[in-house]
Nanobody, 128 residues
């Protein structure tokens, strides 16, 4: 059973920063190294969209909307993936979800339907 728990959401003014963390409890016999872990977000009335993901070999992928402002990292020893968000904008407001997959391939990394495991979500609100 794989479980993901997000933390670190909140409310910040435009231009501010927040850090989201995702702790991943993995299947017995596996480690976080076996999983691709990504972040997606969903604003009210909108589709869930790709934000960032980090591959098993620590290659980072970003949506154009967040490139240069967000940074994803993983600490396999702590089973944690972190999304550092800076220069936040009003349009970054959404529920942010952490997701993981042990079987995903490169061409699927930006597709939320390819991830088998999901966290409960963390609200990020950017407001003046």
């Amino acid at each position: 059973q794989v479980q993901l728990v997000e933390s670190g959401g909140g409310t910040v003014q435009p231009g501010g920063s927040l850090r989201l963390s995702c702790i991943v409890s993995v299947d017995s016999g596996r480690t976080l190294r076996n999983y691709v872990v990504g972040w997606f977000r969903q604003a009210p009335g909108k589709e869930r969209e790709f934000v960032s993901t980090i591959s098993r070999s620590n290659y980072e992928y970003y949506a154009d909307a967040v490139k240069g402002r967000f940074t994803i990292t993983r600490d396999n020893a702590k089973n944690t993936v972190t999304l550092q968000m800076t220069s936040l904008r009003l349009e970054d407001t959404a529920v942010y979800y952490c997701a993981a997959s042990s079987t995903i391939i490169t061409s699927q990394l930006r597709n939320h339907q390819a991830y088998a495991y999901w966290g409960q979500g963390a609200q990020v609100t950017v407001s003046s």
